[in-house]
């Protein structure tokens, strides 16, 4: 019996850090293509300066749209961030100097609670802006 144990236990923990099948949601995909609409993809950027942003919509439990003048910045998630955008949920973010970057963390917080949940990495910002 220690044998199925011992062997059950790094099968649990492959289990927690193996990133799950993600698909967005047909009203995601909608909201986000209505958003970029005649929009055009530039270079990825590493850093977002978070305080010229006026404005960022959460896609999805992995996707986030800030905004900054006419340019849309593009933050898709390695991983879900459960419980982004859910009702009473915050995306918690500690900014350096004022930007976020690739590889930075921000933690989802149950306002009414205080309770955090998971942690989420940001990778790179893919700007979007009117074609030339």
Do not use: H, W
Request: charged content about 20%; proline content about 7%.
């Amino acid at each position: 019996m220690k044998r199925i144990a011992i062997l059950a236990a790094p099968l649990a923990l492959a289990s927690c850090t193996t990133p799950q099948p993600y698909a967005m949601t047909d009203d995601a995909r909608a909201t986000l293509e209505d958003e970029l609409e005649g929009l055009v993809a530039g270079e990825p950027q590493n850093c977002l300066d978070i305080n010229s942003t006026s404005r960022s919509q959460v896609i999805d439990e992995k996707t986030i749209l800030y905004r900054r003048g006419s340019v849309r910045y593009l933050q898709v998630f390695d991983n879900r961030c459960p419980g982004l955008g859910d009702f009473g949920n915050a995306l918690v973010i500690e900014p350096f100097g004022g930007r976020i970057c690739s590889n930075d963390t921000a933690r989802i917080v149950d306002t009414s609670s205080g309770i955090p949940g998971g942690i989420c990495a940001f990778g790179p910002f893919i700007p979007y802006r009117e074609a030339d």
